[in-house]
Every structure is written in C-alpha cells, then in structure tokens.
C-alpha cells in the first residue's frame, strides 16, 4: 500500500508521525497523479479523496471514494493475500 497526497513532504511527514501509518506517504504537489486519478475538485484544486487497489497488471480492481476512503480498510480489504 502507498498513499499519495498533493500535500507536501512535511506535512506528510507530520501526518505519519501523528497516524503511525505503516505504508510509505508520497508527495504528489502538483496534482499530476491526482488529476490522472480521482481529479481534482474545481475551483479549490484540492484532490478528491479516493483509494484505488491496483492489480500487478496495472488494472484498477477497486475504488473507495469520498468520506469512505478516510479509512483504507475496504481497499486494504480487496487486495489479494499472498502472491
């Protein structure tokens, strides 16, 4: 699992602190993964929350989105156990 924000370093840095997060938090400051994603929400720019599990193949298997991705629990959920 890797979570992607356009929040920038030190924020995520503040935000694994503060979580515990045990997954690796990545800087994406101007927007081109969220764009290519969930978007961006208008007029504030800001990325739509959204959790995607993503298959070896590169497929999208699964989408969380909105208040619901706040907690990863369902996308942790869809993926596969083992390899």
Known sequence: MVAISTDDVETLRKFKEK????YPLL???G???ARQYAGVMPLIGL???AN???AQDGTVTEIVEGS???D????VAACPVGG
Do not use: E, M, W, Y
């Not at 979580?19 to 045990?22: F, I, K, L, S, V």
């Open 19 to 22: 979580t515990g997060a045990q």
């Open 27 to 29: 800087s994406d400051p």
């Open 31 to 33: 927007g081109k993964v």
């Open 47 to 49: 990325a739509k929350r």
């Open 52 to 54: 995607f599990v993503v």
């Open 68 to 70: 619901d991705a706040i």
């Open 72 to 75: 990863p629990t369902a996308a």
